[in-house]
């Protein structure tokens, strides 16, 4: 069993920047990648960044690479997703994730086994 725990959500102008984090927990922890997707309204959610415990290794949708950052404290067990030149678009419920699986199926909502509650994010034009 894994537990996540969101927070840093909340409002900010576009342009504007966020750090989210997760903390996580659970006996099987390191077998998992840690990702976050997002949801918004009206729309499915999508991958959004993922990241490895063990060496970092990291991978991040088309849309928010060069502006999204992922990384991990593993003494604290807590993932971050910086997130910086936000835009009204990037408006969503931004949900942690643990992953199971390689890299390259990382974006399927099908690799997730443990969701966090979600925090909202939202980008005022």
């Known amino acids: 069993q894994v537990q996540l725990v969101e927070s840093g959500g909340g409002l900010v102008q576009a342009g504007g920047s966020l750090r989210l984090s997760c903390a996580a927990s659970?006996?099987?922890?390191?077998?998992?990648?840690m990702g976050w997707f997002r949801q918004a309204p009206g729309k499915e959610r999508e991958f959004v960044a993922a990241?490895?415990?063990?060496?970092?290794?990291?991978r991040s949708a088309d849309s928010v690479k060069g502006r999204f950052t992922i990384s991990r404290d593993n003494a604290k067990n807590t993932v971050y997703l910086q997130m910086n030149s936000l835009k009204p678009e990037d408006t969503a419920v931004y949900y942690c994730?643990?992953?199971?699986?390689?890299?390259?199926?990382?974006?399927?909502?099908?690799?997730?086994?443990?969701w966090g509650q979600g925090t909202q994010v939202t980008v005022s034009s």
């Open positions: 994730a643990a992953l199971r699986g390689l890299p390259n199926f990382w974006h399927r909502l099908t690799s997730v086994d443990y």
């Open positions: 990241i490895t415990w063990s060496v970092g290794n990291t």
């Open positions: 659970g006996r099987t922890l390191r077998s998992y990648a």
